[in-house]
């Protein structure tokens, strides 16, 4: 199991692995002057993941709608929200967010750090996107290294690999520092909370 470094060296960005696996292989550095992200230094907590929210969302269909009444199409993630996470056939839409977007079930929330395609992990400049378990979004905790990732968005298409995870104990439990890569996703798992490392190809 992966554990997180205290350090926020560009050299130690990521949680250190197992032998058995080697860490993202370095790329060249990227144009532009870094900026600190929101997961350098602990500085913004993580979303509470823990306790289960009532979705009272007039998007979704009543249980008791008539029966004469056709129901809503239900909108893609594209249309949503025009940036789309998708793993293996699964997919959603993201949203740039806080705890109510997070508690309203309809989307994986980009919680922390710069644009999507813009991010750094070497220089701690990483897009945190994040969902409650119960929501759907349970697969983020606990992607299995090597799982492919990608999100599309209005600016293009990117891609990520999954080189690790990390499971603390307790749900929602505070994620400051637990922020790396270049992205990460988090989310529940039981009683403890996930955190899915990428880097992008």
Not at 103 to 132: F, K, L, S
Not at 147 to 168: C, K, L, N
Not at 169 to 183: E, Q, S
């Amino acid at each position: 199991m992966a554990t997180p470094s205290a350090s926020t060296t560009p050299s130690r960005s990521a949680p250190s692995v197992s032998a058995s696996l080697a860490p993202p292989v370095r790329r060249a550095p990227r144009s532009g002057t870094p900026r600190p992200s929101a997961s350098a230094g602990g500085r913004v907590p993580g979303p509470d993941l823990s306790s289960r929210v009532p979705v009272t969302s007039s998007s979704r269909p009543a249980a008791s709608a008539p029966a004469s009444k056709v129901p809503e199409a239900p909108k893609t993630p594209e249309a949503a929200t025009g940036t789309t996470i998708r793993i293996g056939t699964w997919s959603a839409g993201v949203i740039r967010g806080g705890q109510d977007e997070v508690d309203a079930c309809q989307d994986a929330v980009q919680w922390a750090g710069p644009n999507i395609g813009t991010e750094d992990g070497y220089a701690m400049r990483t897009v945190v996107i994040v969902g409650h378990d119960y929501c759907g979004f349970d697969l983020f905790a606990t992607l299995r290294v090597g799982t492919r990732v990608t999100i599309g968005t209005p600016r293009g298409t990117w891609s990520y690999t999954v080189y690790a995870h990390y499971v603390t104990p307790g749900r929602g439990a505070p994620a400051a520092g637990l922020y790396w890569g270049d992205l990460t996703l988090q989310s529940c798992v039981g009683p403890d909370t996930g955190f899915s490392y990428l880097v992008r190809d």
